[in-house]
């Protein structure tokens, strides 16, 4: 399996992020549900705080206090990878259910 590395990550609105890979995929990472359900990612209902995103060694990782072990929030570039093809395959899926003629 190939391992993908992070090269850019930016705040795009609140709490969404762009992601943009080594091959060039990118898309938008939405952690509202996760920062609604969970109390790792408490301190991301901070926007000023969400806004300090970085990426991590290696672009192995995104995340926030990544210099300060014990206290770190980050995300796997793995994980990511996965969300963000998964909702382009279901998004040209739709797409394509979309186009199809009721003959078909």
């Known amino acids: 399996m190939k391992s993908y590395r992070i090269v850019s990550v930016e705040p795009v609105r609140y ?5 943009t890979f080594d ?4 898309g938008e ?3 509202t ?3 609604d359900n969970g109390t790792l990612f408490e301190p991301l209902k901070d926007r000023s ?3 300090k995103v970085s990426i991590g060694e290696n672009g192995r990782a995104v995340g926030w ?4 072990v014990g206290h770190e929030i980050d995300l796997g570039a793995d994980s ?3 969300d963000l093809e998964t909702r382009i395959v279901h998004e040209l899926a739709e797409r394509f259910r979309s186009q ?5």
């Open 100 to 104: 199809r003629t009721a003959a078909e």
């Open 65 to 68: 206090n990544l210099d300060h």
């Open 33 to 35: 549900g996760d920062i």
């Open 29 to 31: 990472l939405d952690l």
């Open 23 to 26: 091959d060039g995929l990118a």
């Open 15 to 19: 709490p969404v992020l762009n992601v």
């Open 49 to 51: 705080f969400f806004d």
């Open 80 to 82: 990511i990878r996965i």
